[in-house]
């Protein structure tokens, strides 16, 4: 059943059996021209895995990037009537606008590291509902903006970065976080766009109110009942990149935080996904051990937009250089050890 096919969010489970794997043939032929190229095996870290992973994900032993897709989703949130950021609804719009003007960081990090950017603004004069006092999304919404953020997606990219805008969503991705993989409110919020210690403890009130109402639901009803359409669209997103056998790069805490519905139905629709970055935001490491992946960096940023992947897609082009253009010993006619 594909994505396309889904009438409901439990049926999103069903996908898992039918979604393309990783090739583990493709993955030996390219660690096996690692071990010949003309270095030390395993002198490039980090590098020589990512080539790997690319190997396996493109089906190819020399995987490339030709076209690389950034996708940035932006929404709003009812839960910022509970006064849990700094600054207005109106500067999601705003940073809308800036994007598509080209003045963000996201613009300059795309354009550094060879990647297309859209941004796909989702309904910003209808924020969600203050899930302190219902659900956030309806079914119906939620599903809609899984939709929307898997239509977005070029099917015939290389790799796909993935970021977020919205004023109030540290708070939804602190929700997020708490309700899928436990622990106590405190420990999953941070400072977001600046709050705070009064704003951080406002904020802690809010998730802990959030789980109290909706804690208990199914991971893909939490997805609804917390999250935002941003958040439910980067989850279409990352379905529809593994339909078209696409790795992704996931950005910092609000975006990893979102696919943590789909880690929850089952770690292996994440699979093709690399963490683009380590975010400051304290409950990003929490997050990135439950996910039991390796940030491709660690740079201190907490920005969102997707900066983070996009930096990581410098790192990934890197490796892929080292991997498809470096000699071999016999093409070089370096002797081997």
């Known amino acids: ?9 439990h049926q999103i489970a069903s996908l898992v059996p039918e ?18 190229l003309t270095k030390p095996p395993g002198a490039l870290g980090r590098l020589e895995d990512l080539a790997v992973f690319m190997a396996g994900w493109q089906r190819s032993h020399r995987p490339e990037i ?32 800036n994007f598509e003007a080209g003045g963000a960081a996201i613009n300059q990090l795309c354009r550094a590291n060879g990647a297309d950017l859209s941004v796909i603004a989702l309904d910003l004069d209808r924020p969600t509902g203050d899930f302190t006092q219902g659900p956030a ?13 898997a239509a977005a997606v070029n099917g015939d990219a290389d790799i796909l970065i993935l970021g977020e805008m919205g004023i109030g969503n540290s708070t939804i991705a602190a929700a997020l976080s708490a309700a899928i993989f436990g622990g106590d409110a ?43 359409r941003e958040q439910a669209a980067i989850c279409g ?27 929850a139905v089952d770690p292996e629709l994440l699979a093709h996904c690399l963490i683009g970055h380590r975010s400051s935001e304290p409950g990003h490491c929490r997050l990135i051990d439950a996910f039991g992946k390796d940030p491709v960096l660690d740079f201190s940023m907490r920005l969102g937009e997707g900066t983070g992947a996009a930096l990581a897609l410098g790192i990934l082009r890197g490796a892929l250089a080292c991997h498809n253009g470096m000699a071999t010993f016999a093409e070089a006619g370096v002797a081997e050890a």
């Not at 059943?1 to 969010?9: C, E, G, K, N, R």
Request: overall charge neutral; proline content about 6%.
């Open 66 to 97: 030709r076209i690389a897709q950034a996708l940035v989703f932006a929404g709003n949130h009812g839960i910022c009537a509970q006064g849990v950021n700094p600054y207005p609804q109106a500067v999601t719009a705003q940073m809308v606008a």
């Open 1 to 9: 059943m594909p994505l396309a096919s889904v009438t409901s969010l």
């Open 237 to 263: 997103a990352v379905i529809a990149a593994r339909e078209a056998k696409l790795p992704v790069i996931l950005d910092g805490y609000i975006c990893t935080a979102a696919a943590g519905p789909l880690h």
């Open 137 to 149: 999304m309806t079914e119906t919404d939620c599903l809609d903006a899984v939709r929307r953020g």
């Open 19 to 36: 979604l393309p794997t990783f090739d583990n043939d493709s993955a030996k032929a390219a660690l096996d021209r690692q071990n010949q």
């Open 186 to 228: 405190r420990d999953w919020v941070g400072p977001g766009t600046g709050s705070d210690a009064d704003g951080i403890t406002r904020k802690t009130r809010v998730v802990e109110e959030g789980l109290a109402r909706h804690g208990n639901k199914a991971p893909l009803d939490k997805l609804a009942a917390l999250g935002g």
